[in-house]
DNA sequence: TATGAATGAGTCTTCATTCAT
DNA sequence: AATGAATGAAGACTCATTCAT
């Protein structure tokens, strides 16, 4: 696949993220993607054999861990109190992000495809978060900002949560407000202050 | 509609819930209904013209919220601490009843619906727990049962934490002891122990 | 299935001989028949979901054997001699039909098919042929009409002979002349005369 | 065409054919002959510009006739009866690689071609074949090696039931014992024994 | 009320064929 | 000569929905 084509396949991606976001995940057609895109049925076909597929190639693109957050964040002078609060806006703003992103279709695709879990891209995320957020946790109750008996329980209920706040936001809507002061609770419970 | 229609339409209701529980809910169609009631198409439409309409009148039934539960388990003597330990304890039952409850196919239908939000049963089964919860938690605050400062946002966290952890056991999987887990750390967030 | 759909089926069966006679097996398409049968698309799926079921419920009916061919011509004067004749010329007859036979469509239909092969109706026919070709040349050796020294090994080289005038009449093309020749000279090697 | 391009157009030729053996004819789309070649699609097009194209072109070259087989056998101390046999043989042999013989292509190829018929290198085949056995036999009889009334009739009966023998291969198989049998039945009844 | 045959629109998928490079 | 991306037509198949009985 040469540059030309790879611009092209880019391009589809792109578009099919678009119709993803608006219509979820199994009611996408790949005439939809067609019809985005402005191509050929063949033409979708040269790149991507099912909506599954593209599916696929686009949420592996897409997950933005907690890894990548906190690193972003981090410098010498930041503080786990400081990180956490960070982490936790950036979750508030992708959620916020209600039609944009793709949430709904990232859950839809999981009840699709039950079977297969383990080597799905979300749960990856998901296990890689516990972990990143346990780590941040330690560090705050060995830096003494933060207060936690069981960092590992600790940071697995926050990921719960957050997935809870996603699918809320997706099915009952949150509104930025709820958001915030969700974030001064769970601060809360770490014994940390929002300013 | 007379006594005879009544109970067919209910058959029609039970024969579908186990659908929904097995397939979800856009992969239902009609026939599978059909199938599964083994009456015939125009039978069907006679009671239900989508599968949607079907659907909206088994949730309508369906969700078994907090103060249902809650007042089950309430006598004289019940702790506001054991109360909460139920209520999490039945919230676990459901959830590792995984294919043989409808929290998929209710999260695909919203996720399709979301522009009727208000109207849902989901949404409102889901500001119904906040309060109850809410109730519960100033209760056993003042009973000095229960440790916390902000009852409704504490009551909020916990409904949201429930539906992340309803959601992540359909699209990860969770087992009995994740969730045994899960609520001893958040009686514990209480002040609660469990015994 | 009622009385009244049994004959659309039947009248589906009629009109897609037809198509396959016509065009043979595989260039056979679902919408040949359908246009066929004027019917709709789907309406021809309640009742075949293949072309291939289709076929293989027409030649299921379809395949004329040598018992009943035999069976059909045989009273108590007719003589073994006779019977073989009878049979070829029924086999003649078939083979002239060059463009109302199913001849072809099977063909293509078996080399589509090897796998599957025995439970197929057509070997099914082949074997009971040589069969009852065996029975009827031991029945002429004793009564001293035919002459064979391997009634078997003679019913299979027959057996094969009419398959290669089927596949060359369609291939090739044979005349009827062509045909009488061939049958005189099997006779022949029977030491029967064509009279 | 330069060589060069006839060095190409071999090498299809050559690969095709295998693709024509493994898949039959109809089967066989621009997209195998292309993949098998390793070529662009374009490329073949420059070359041949359909699958009937390019199979007309390799039956041309295929056809190993009577003529071909009896002349390679003959020289001056071979009877009639051995060239019979071996003629037989390489029948048997041809026959047994059928997954690597171009049978069942042909014939697919025929029955979708019937009206072309006259100028196909298959009936051409054939026509030749009947007048090299015809004259086989006829030598034979004259060096009263073989036993026939009618060489003619003879030969054409041989043609017949080798095409059957081929089609019967193809379709519902045969053993190499199956085709010893046949040939010394064959043998027999021209008054020849297999040693 | 109840049946189930029938329709036709919609989607998926594959291929031969073209054409700019 | 050669490439391979792109097209669009054709066929398979499924469903919601209707309607005569």
Redesign the interface.
């Known amino acids: 696949m040469g540059d030309k084509s790879l611009h092209k396949k880019n391009y589809i991606i792109e578009k099919a993220r678009e119709v993803f976001q608006k219509k979820?995940y199994?009611?996408v057609t790949m005439k939809d993607i067609v019809d985005a895109c402005g191509i050929s049925r063949g033409g979708l076909y040269l790149y991507f054999s099912s909506t599954k597929e593209l599916f696929e190639e686009i949420i592996g693109q897409e997950e933005k861990d907690a890894k990548t957050v906190i690193a972003a964040a981090r410098d010498k002078d930041t503080t786990p109190a400081t990180l956490m609060f960070v982490y936790l806006n950036e979750q508030k703003k992708e959620i916020l992000k209600k039609n944009d992103n793709l949430s709904?279709a990232i859950?839809?695709y999981?009840?699709?495809n039950?079977a297969s879990?383990n080597d799905n891209p979300?749960?990856k995320r998901?296990r890689s978060d516990i972990d990143e957020l346990e780590k941040l946790i330690i560090d705050g109750v060995e830096q003494e900002w933060i207060d936690c008996?069981?960092p590992k329980?600790?940071a697995?209920?926050l990921?719960?949560?957050?997935?809870?706040?996603k699918?809320?936001a997706?099915?009952?809507?949150l509104t930025a407000d709820?958001l915030d002061?969700?974030i001064?609770?769970?601060m809360?419970?770490f014994g940390l202050v929002v300013e």
Chains 1, 2, 3, 4 share one sequence.
């Open positions: 979820g199994r009611a709904a859950f839809e999981l009840f699709e039950k879990k979300v749960i998901i008996d069981n329980a600790a697995k209920n990921v719960y949560t957050i997935e809870g706040l699918v809320t997706q099915t009952s809507g709820d002061k969700e001064e609770y769970i809360g419970t």
